[in-house]
């Protein structure tokens, strides 16, 4: 009777164990990408600098529509990117590079369009729709033409009520939180003062904090989707909501050592470091794993421990009637 009393006993406790892993599982993979219909991280990265996704060098010369403009001076591969005419913030002419900036191109934003358009229709737009030289068919496949919609529909985040037009300064963001983001997820690649990982801006090599100040939308969309051609843990992943971004940007700028000017739009110009995020060998890539998996099943661990030692408790309370 002890034994079948045993073997009950561990039956209960592995379907407990089991049921609330295996709900874990499911809200952590809920918000993957993988369960979109296509890869909105990748459409992300492509609208950020698509031949780097690719692993391709860039077009020759400039882009077609880039002659179309006589106030902005880059020339080359930058003229292929997205973000040199829609803007880290996504609304190009009326954001971030309004008249005036050095980003400036006279270009509209994609944050309009994303609200008006259909995810189908915003890929006819970069496949031809919007005319022969917006047609970016012969560069990106269907498959990416797609990632690239669904984060034009579904990726894009309008910060621009949270980003003080004149100081740059985050509004409403809560710094100690962010402190504890920062700490948990980028400190062991950028370093606890965020200069491990050196940027080029201003003719100066510079932190996380110089780089959050003079460039938050930048910043905000790198903490989210990341950087083509790094692994770097990403906020997407982790499940972070727009506003866990903020507060991490808000607690970044109170890292900067000095003051920097703007950076031309387009020059990531990381640094002392080869082209590659913060999980750049196996040993840190492990890491990043198992901190990304800590971050989502975490607390369900925890209470899948506590129903356990209730489930001893009960069956110890009924076998000790039972004699």
């Avoid at 809920?30 to 609208?47: F, H, K």
């Avoid at 309009?112 to 737009?125: C, G, M, Q, T």
């Avoid at 997407?236 to 703007?262: H, N, P, T």
């Avoid at 080869?274 to 925890?302: Q, R, S």
Wanted: include cysteine.
């Amino acid at each position: 009777m002890r034994s079948r009393g045993m073997l009950v006993t561990g039956l209960v406790v592995l379907l407990a164990v089991v049921l609330v892993l295996g709900g874990a599982t499911r809200q952590a993979l809920a918000g993957s990408p993988a369960q979109e219909e296509g890869n909105l991280v990748r459409g992300a990265m492509l609208y950020d600098r698509w031949y780097a996704v690719l692993g391709v060098d860039a077009p020759k010369g400039d882009h077609p529509l880039w002659a179309t403009q006589s106030t902005n001076t880059r020339s080359g591969e930058d003229t292929w990117r997205c973000v040199t005419c829609h803007g880290w913030d996504y609304q190009g002419k009326d954001g971030a590079n309004r008249e005036g900036s050095s980003g400036y191109t006279g270009f509209p934003g994609v944050y309009a369009a994303s609200e008006r358009l259909s995810e189908e229709e915003l890929f006819k737009v970069v496949s031809g729709g919007a005319g022969e030289a917006h047609d970016f068919s012969a560069y990106l496949d269907e498959a990416s033409r797609r990632d690239l919609a669904l984060f034009l529909k579904k990726g894009l985040v309008d910060d621009s009520q949270y980003i003080d037009p004149v100081s740059l300064k985050v509004i409403g963001g809560d710094a100690p939180h962010g402190k504890q983001l920062f700490d948990a997820q980028c400190a062991r690649c950028h370093g606890e003062d965020g200069n491990l990982l050196p940027f080029r801006i201003g003719g100066s090599n510079v932190g996380l904090g110089e780089l959050s100040t003079v460039d938050p939308w930048r910043f905000l969309a790198k903490t989210r989707f990341g950087t083509p051609g790094t692994d770097m843990v990403i906020g997407y992943d982790l499940g972070w909501q727009a506003q866990d971004g903020r507060d991490v940007l808000a607690y970044a700028r109170s890292l900067a050592k000095s003051e920097v000017q703007a950076p031309s739009l387009g020059q990531d110009g990381q640094t002392g470091q080869p082209k590659a995020g913060p999980a750049n060998n196996i040993f840190t890539g492990i890491l990043t794993a198992f901190g990304a998996m800590a971050t989502g099943l975490g607390f369900a661990v925890l209470l899948g421990g506590f129903l356990v030692g209730v489930i001893f408790l009960v069956v110890w309370v009924i076998r000790g009637r039972a004699k």
